[in-house]
Structure formats: C-alpha cells, structure tokens
C-alpha cells in the first residue's frame, strides 16, 4: 500500500485551512506549482477528488473534508512523536509555538520574556496571538505546542496548570463623574456605563461573572475590538469596564488618563497554561508554567 507523506499531509491541510492555493503555498514556503502538484498527487494517490478547483475559489469536497480529519489527526500523532523524541533533550530547549490570548499578551509576556531568554538561551519561543477558542482549536490541530489562556475555558483533550489569580480592578479615567471608585457599587451605576470587549474575547465572559454584572442594561451595546481600543474609549470617558490587574503598570496604559482600582479578592479570572493530553513535552511545560507564576 503506497502512503501519504507527512508533506503531503501538511500541505492538504493548510490549503483547507486557507481554502487558497496561493496563500496556503505561502504557509508551507513553497512556490504554489509545487504546491499545486503535491496536492495533485496526493489525490492520484488516494484516487478521489479532495478538492473542487474554480478560478476564483477553492471548495474541498465532501470526502476531502473527512480526509481533512484524518489528516490532522496523523500530524497530531507525528507531532506526539517527535516530542517524546525531543523529552529527551535539555528541557525548555529548541522550537516551543505558544498561543497568547490578547488580554494576557501585552500585560504579562513583557515581564517574562526577558527572563526566559536569559535563564533558557536555546529555547526559540514562537508566539501566536489570538482569542482563546482560535488558539484552543490551532493547539488540537497541532499547530501549537502549548496555550496561555484564563480559566475557566471549555476544552477537551487537555491537560491544565492554574498559574496564578489575576483579580479584576476598576478601570476608568481620573476625574470621570460617571463612578466614585473610592465609594464604588454597581447598583449605582448609570445605564449604558460598562463598556466591554466584544463577544469572543473570554476577558468578557470572565469580567461579566467575575464581577458580578447581571444587569445588561448597564452594559454598552457597542463593544470594543481589542483591549488598546477599550482602554482608548475609557480614556475618553465614554464608560467605565474591568481590567485585570496585570494591566497595572503595563504600556497600553501609559500615556492615559485611565486609573485602577481593584475590587473584591472575589473578582479575579485564573491563568493557566494547557497543552494537548499526553504530549511528551507535559514537563516542560509546567516548568514554562512556574517561570510564568514566578516572574509576573
């Protein structure tokens, strides 16, 4: 029985992901007619059609889509494979492909890069940003080695480390009327103060459990894209919202008007570190973990 190549396999895969030979070629840096071969020939291998070829689109067919699957399943494997090899190694050595949420990005890795990079100089740390379920879903597919995420978080096939509490503070900007933070109760807040991130950000789920908002008619109906644009719409007294602490003291703040004051040891989000069930690299990565906690 003649086999797909691990190759052969990846390419497949990235051009399901991009629904685009072009860009697809790009991920996997190669010129697309070799791109465009390697996926021919996987299909002559297999004697079906995975995709449905147009001028404008690409459209993976309904067996391809199954064969997508399988796919990413193999790579899992072969990515299991060569981590049990690499455990061998110095450990926090070589490539490590870490998903960041944005809302612990700009706050936390600042503090802690530089100590990695000291205390680990053969580490070559690759950082992907992005909201928590992307990251979750590129680390299943093996895109990624580990996550940085706040819990709780729905997720399957993982194992977990709890870092470190991260309580949540009052964010508004100094001489704002619209709250007393020295006197602050959210029954006494306007309608429409809140101001949160959009939905898809978990700083959102987290802050509206963590803090306790139950009534939605204090929460803005307009939602900001990213945590720099929340901060910028604070800045300008446009509302009030919920930060966590390790914002404190961090760039996006500078420059600002925004002030912070934390709330009850009750409302706070928990930083963890996760990576998929199994991975021969689980070690290394709760030793990533205490460097994260002991650096913050």
Sequence with gaps: ???????????????????????????????????SNAIRELESLLEVQLVDRTNRSVTITAIGQQIAVQARLCLRDVESLVELAQGQRQPLSGDLRLGVIPT??????????????REFPDLQLY??????????????????DAILLALPWKMRGVETT???????????????????????????LDADSILLLEDGHCLRDHALA??????????????????????????????????PQMASGSALLKNTRVKLKPLSESSYRTIGL???????RG??????????????
């Excluded at 396999?9 to 860009?23: D, K, N, S």
């Design 162 to 188: 709890s870092l470190f509490r991260d309580r949540f503070c009052l964010a508004y900007r100094d001489g704002t009327d619209r709250v007393d933070p020295e006197n602050y109760r959210f029954n006494q």
């Design 210 to 243: 963590a803090c306790k908002i139950r009534n939605t008619q204090k929460v803005q109906l307009f939602a900001a894209s990213s945590v720099l644009t929340l901060i910028e719409m604070i800045d300008a007294d446009l509302g009030i919202t919920f930060l």
């Design 104 to 117: 612990i990005a700009p706050f936390l890795l600042p503090r802690v890069l530089p100590r990695l990079r």
């Design 274 to 280: 996760a990576w998929r069930k199994g991975s021969g």
């Design 1 to 35: 029985m003649n086999l797909p190549t691990v190759k052969q396999l990846r390419y497949f895969a990235a051009l399901v992901e991009t629904h685009h030979f072009g860009r697809a070629a790009e991920v996997c840096f190669v010129s697309q007619s070799a791109f």
């Design 127 to 144: 950082l992907h940003e992005d909201q928590t379920q992307r990251i979750y879903e590129r680390l299943m597919d093996g895109d990624l």
């Design 283 to 296: 070690e290394e990565f709760r030793m990533l973990g205490e460097v994260l906690k002991n650096n913050r």
